[in-house]
T-cell receptor, first 116, second 118 residues
Framework: DAGVIQSPRHEVTEMGQEVTLRCKPISGHNSLFWYRQTMMRGLELLIYFNNNVPIDDSGMPEDRFSAKMPNASFSTLKIQPSEPRDSAVYFC??????????????FGEGSWLTVV | AQTVTQSQPEMSVQEAETVTLSCTYDTSESDYYLFWYKQPPSRQMILVIRQEAYKQQNATENRFSVNFQKAAKSFSLKISDSQLGDAAMYFCAYRSARWETSGSRLTFGEGTQLTVNP
């Protein structure tokens, strides 16, 4: 089975530009998470969805960040306008709610974002 | 709120030997899940092993095993017969079983950087 798929893997952009990160969760998973990892702050949960509905977005740093999940197989995280302090690795992750493997969160390979 | 603490920022082990990484957590809940994730230089987060709090038996996955002490809120990872490919950052993580609250989130420790010496 395919794991969580993220794109792009690497992105370098100029300050002020819009950045869109994409995620395809594992088929059948009903929860999706966006995490950010930096040296200073470690791993932070930005937002998560259950059944395509945003449940907790308290980790979204500011209004420049937005996330959508239009259907069960796709999600986006958008930063507009981007700033150098947004440089980080952004992870998408997904999980099942129940079942033998329920409650285990599987991560994508991450999107490395550099804002110059 | 739950917290996870990894008190060893760095550890090293000789190839083929055994190493134990420590993790403690704080929670008032009785039902939860614990995980160890491995993050190699590629930055990918790879699940190593998981433990359900209601299970007394310690989880094992090949060369990886845990020592889960629920009363002490301790969850250590033992890596046997260490291999060069085991070198990575290891994160301990907690997840509540209560989906209705913010318990769906994973709470991570600070990580332990493991070096494997040939």
């Amino acid at each position: 089975d395919a794991g969580v798929i993220q794109s792009p893997r690497h992105e370098v952009t100029e300050m002020g530009q819009e950045v869109t990160l994409r995620c395809k969760p594992i088929s059948g998973h009903n929860s999706l998470f966006w995490y950010r990892q930096t040296m200073m702050r470690g791993l932070e949960l930005l937002i998560y969805f259950n059944n395509n509905v945003p449940i907790d977005d308290s980790g979204m740093p500011e209004d420049r960040f937005s996330a959508k999940m239009p259907n069960a197989s796709f999600s986006t995280l958008k930063i507009q306008p981007s700033e150098p302090r947004d440089s980080a690795v952004y992870f998408c992750a997904s999980s099942l709610k129940q079942g033998i493997l329920g409650n285990t969160i599987y991560f994508g390979e991450g999107s490395w974002l550099t804002v110059v | 709120a739950q917290t996870v603490t990894q008190s060893q920022p760095e550890m090293s082990v000789q190839e083929a030997e055994t190493v134990t990484l420590s993790c403690t957590y704080d929670t008032s809940e009785s039902d939860y899940y614990l995980f160890w994730y491995k993050q190699p230089p590629s930055r990918q987060m790879i699940l190593v092993i998981r433990q359900e709090a209601y299970k007394q038996q310690n989880a094992t996955e090949n060369r990886f095993s845990v020592n889960f002490q629920k009363a002490a809120k301790s969850f250590s990872l033992k890596i046997s017969d260490s291999q060069l490919g085991d070198a990575a950052m290891y994160f301990c993580a907690y997840r509540s079983a209560r989906w209705e609250t913010s318990g769906s989130r994973l709470t991570f420790g600070e990580g332990t950087q493991l070096t494997v010496n040939p």
